[in-house]
């Protein structure tokens, strides 16, 4: 089990499900320092669900693409705070860029909301 000081006593809500994938890569990289590292792990992820509509698995890949990207932009890496990293989850999140499915279709305008 992996053990983190900065995980004590944090909590971070995610607003909608897209969060948590664009999130997920930005611990990882936190983490990890290494974003490739990161992409090999959460690709593997979604290639091996079973039973996953393509839908989900177009939303997830780019949901967690875009979390590599502002882990990459902040600068995230093992030396972050965790304000840095949670100002990064912020940052994704606000940003309007991740997709989220409304009615059986990619939303991307109300990701954030």
Not at 13 to 19: A, D, E, G, L, Q
Not at 28 to 50: K, L, M, Q, V, Y
Not at 65 to 72: F, L, P, Q
Not at 94 to 107: E, K, M, P, Q, Y
Request: proline share 2%; aromatic share 12%.
């Amino acid at each position: 089990m992996y053990n983190d000081s900065r995980l004590q006593n944090i909590t971070i809500v995610f607003p909608s499900w897209c969060t948590l994938f664009a999130a997920w890569n930005i611990w990882i990289i936190d983490f990890t320092s290494d974003s490739f590292w990161a992409d090999g792990w959460t690709t593997a992820h979604e290639i091996g669900a079973t039973g996953q509509p393509q839908i989900e698995y177009d939303m997830d890949m780019h949901n967690n693409s875009i979390g590599r990207m502002y882990a990459t932009i902040n600068g995230i890496s093992e030396n972050s705070s965790v304000t840095a990293m949670r100002k990064t989850i912020h940052d994704a999140y606000v940003s309007g860029s991740l997709w989220r499915i409304v009615a059986d279709r990619i939303n991307i305008s109300l990701a954030h909301q």
